[in-house]
């Protein structure tokens, strides 16, 4: 999917699908794969997409009114199994949010703040567009969008040009008042290479936030009081101010340090028409490590609590949902809730709070034997498990102010036991049986017979049958071609095989002409054309066996991921299959050295990639008439074919 950058501004660009109202990005930078020869590798390009990289790129999507993106990959893989993609070697990791061996990267924090914030303020989930301002400061782009039934705004500010490593002072008017902020002293900052997200007349729980500076990451009920989590970047400024009736009680409790002001703000364009006014606590602070808690006492008989927390500590917060009942049990917005906050793990993984028990299962860090949790929420907790484990007695948990609770944990000790290899019974079985003499069939082979196929490239020589995989219900993994043909002194010998065997780029292929191996097809091209010599002793009176063994690599994508060389093999190849094309209906042959390309059969190719049928596009036995060709073939490839046993799996498991 091409996609418009400028969806609220032009809709005549180059977009395949503009969805008005909800636009998607259906392959979105989660990474890159990391191509044969690299000298990058993937913890470089995971640097390159690195947090910053997240907030830059992701916000300006938001600002641009997409409503789902699909991030590929947010979790890297293994290149293996039976439908291998063919440019990367056997990792694919692609440098992603989660990497290859499960661990969770700083790209994965970044995400998961930004999804706790979309989770939460449904209110950005439908904005319009109000403006965009590119002028007030140089090199800095701020888009205003806002939620046309409550009000609530999100101004989205980043650099003009997404790698400028500038920081730039901001002082910005936001909200229904017009305000500039921050008001108390100070300055807002965009770091380079670096982008924020200002809220404004938003509302959280039964409190209404003015305006914040700072990110929104979530908010709780914390024993009954309203209570809303922001964070931002150690030793910046940023302010927050919460609509209040009445001067509070302020209380706070942490390393960062806070100034407060009660005051009223008005907006005079509207005071000219009716008088409008909001009362006001404004907290403004510089940002400290840790969690600073801020209580605003006697708002309408309860209290409104901020918590403060740097970049790094918001990272480690974790909100787990707490599955309701119902087949949407575990929907957030319909029957789940995410009543908690919990710090300190290296990954919480599921939460349940029944009869006031918290059941919390979750990983610690690699590192640690055991960690201190901080669980901010409901003031009713009175039991805590963790990984199944009753957590008591001294470290048990302990309250340590209305709704926040503190426990120590421990890493389990899994009980690992090798087991004697030497002394182990050891068996094993030949993977290529269908090189010997003595085999004589079996099941997994089936008849390559059809004279037809459904595809739009004809094999290109040999005959009478087509040699395509997909023809005979294998559409994946390694496969195994066996064709016979017959030896006896009243027939020309053989004087080489020749094969056109098509795999997808980089794929692999052997061939045996009975027992003896002939050699290997090993090429960066799509189909690769061989013909190797055949001498006496390789042959038997009777029947003879060439046996190919390839691998079925899956199909290139878009032309755009592929560089220069590719295109030029790709077309040296087209080339040679005409080369090859106008010698044949001359009657003539190529001959060619062992492992030399020859009669390359790709027809056209797709979309600016060459496409072919995953199979044997040609074969012939140099040195002898057509009527003393090949009499029969027969084909293995993944268990069961299309009618595959593993439901769950299918063939990425299956073998040949």
Not at 3 to 17: E, F, H, K, Q, W
Not at 340 to 359: D, F, I, K
Not at 449 to 474: E, N, Q, R, V
């Amino acid at each position: 999917m091409v996609n418009d950058p400028g969806m609220y501004r032009n809709l005549v660009d180059s977009a395949d699908i503009y969805g008005i109202d909800a636009y998607p990005v259906c392959k979105f930078q989660g990474g890159a794969y990391d191509p044969w020869g690299s000298q990058n590798g993937y913890d470089n390009c995971r640097i390159l997409t690195d947090p910053n990289f997240q907030r830059v790129h992701n916000f300006h999507l938001w600002a641009n009114g997409v409503t789902a993106v699909n991030f590929y990959m947010f979790y890297g893989g293994t290149n293996w199994g039976q439908i291998p993609f063919s440019n990367t070697y056997t990792s694919y990791d692609y440098g992603a949010a989660i990497a290859e061996n499960r661990e969770l990267s700083a790209k994965f924090n970044e995400l998961k703040l930004q999804a706790l914030f979309l989770r939460t303020f449904a209110d950005i989930r439908a904005t319009v567009w109000k403006g965009e301002d590119n002028t007030t400061f140089t090199g800095v782009t701020t888009t205003h969008l806002q939620n046309p039934e409550t009000g609530a705004s999100f101004y989205i500010v980043r650099h003009t040009k997404s790698s400028d490593p500038a920081s730039v002072p901001l002082r910005l008017t936001v909200g229904f008042a017009n305000t500039i902020v921050p008001q108390l002293g100070g300055n807002s900052t965009l770091l380079g290479r670096d982008s924020f997200v200002v809220s404004a007349d938003l509302a959280f729980g039964s409190s209404k936030l003015l305006y914040s500076t700072a990110m929104l990451l979530s908010t709780i009920q914390l024993d009954g009081d309203d209570a809303l989590i922001v964070y931002g970047n150690t030793g910046l400024v940023y302010e927050v101010a919460i609509q209040a009736n009445e001067a509070p009680a302020v209380v706070t409790s942490g390393a960062t340090k806070v100034t407060t002001k009660y005051f009223m703000l008005y907006d005079l364009d509207v005071m000219l028409t009716v008088f409008q006014a909001d009362k006001s606590i404004v907290i403004n602070f510089t940002v400290a490590s840790g969690i600073t808690t801020v209580r605003l006492g006697g708002h309408e008989n309860k209290d409104i609590v901020l918590l403060i927390a740097d970049y790094d500590t918001a990272t480690t917060l974790w909100m787990p949902t707490i599955a309701g009942q119902g087949p949407l049990a575990e929907f957030i917005d319909v029957e789940a809730s995410a009543p908690l906050v919990v710090r300190g793990a290296y990954l919480v993984r599921t939460a349940t709070l029944s009869h006031n028990a918290l059941a919390l299962t979750g990983d610690l860090d690699v590192n640690e034997e055991s960690t201190t949790l901080t669980i901010y929420g409901p003031s009713t907790i009175s039991s805590l498990t963790w990984n199944g484990k009753r957590v008591n007695g001294v470290n048990g948990l302990k309250r340590l102010a209305a709704g926040t609770w503190q426990a120590k944990v421990y890493a389990g000790s899994p009980q690992v036991g090798l087991p004697d290899l030497a002394a182990a019974e050891w068996k094993y079985r030949d993977s290529l049986p269908e090189i010997k003499d003595d085999f004589a069939g079996d099941a997994s082979l089936v008849p390559a017979d059809h004279t037809t196929t459904t595809s739009k490239f004809p094999p290109y020589y040999g005959g009478p049958w087509i040699l395509y995989a997909d023809d005979y219900g294998f559409h994946g993994g390694n496969l195994l071609w066996r064709g016979t043909f017959q030896n006896d002194a009243s027939l020309p010998a053989p004087t080489a095989v020749n094969i056109s065997v098509s795999g997808g780029i980089h794929f692999a292929a052997s061939v045996w002409l009975n027992e003896h191996f002939l050699g290997t097809s090993d090429t960066r091209l799509a189909t690769n054309n061989e013909t190797w010599p055949v001498t006496q002793d390789m042959l038997r009176d009777g029947e003879n066996h060439v046996v190919v063994l390839q691998e079925y690599v899956s199909f290139p994508p878009s032309p755009h991921n592929y560089g220069i060389l590719t295109f030029v093999a790709i077309w040296v190849e087209i080339l040679l299959a005409k080369l090859c094309a106008a010698l044949r209906a001359a009657g003539r042959g190529i001959s060619s050295s062992p492992g030399v390309s020859r009669c390359v059969p790709l027809k056209e190719p797709v979309g600016g990639i060459a496409a072919a049928d995953r199979g044997l596009q040609g074969y012939y036995l140099e040195g002898r008439p057509a009527a003393a060709q090949f009499t029969k073939w027969e084909l293995a490839g993944n268990f069961g074919g299309e009618e595959v046993p593993d439901k769950t799996r299918k063939i990425l498991n299956e073998g040949a």
